[in-house]
């Protein structure tokens, strides 16, 4: 059985929301439990004390990224 494909919501200024089978891993190999969590939503502001999850420090900033994700193909 295949797993379902992971699904990257870019929020209007806010966090990346990931839904599906996630392992969160940092560049020294350090992986986060995520058992149980159908979905996390990850800092784009980088003001969150819980990086790398937002905790919400972007609003009470007055952050603001409208942008959506770039075009990657170069088409």
Do not use: Y
């Amino acid at each position: 059985m295949a797993e379902e494909a992971v699904r990257i919501t870019v929020r209007p200024n806010g966090p990346l929301r990931v839904e599906g089978h996630i392992i969160l891993q940092d560049a020294d190999g350090k992986t986060w439990d995520l058992s149980g969590k159908p979905a996390v939503s990850l800092c784009r502001c980088g003001l969150s004390e819980k990086r790398p999850f937002c905790d919400g420090s972007h609003n009470k900033a007055g952050w603001q990224c409208l942008a959506s994700p770039g075009n990657l193909t170069g088409q």
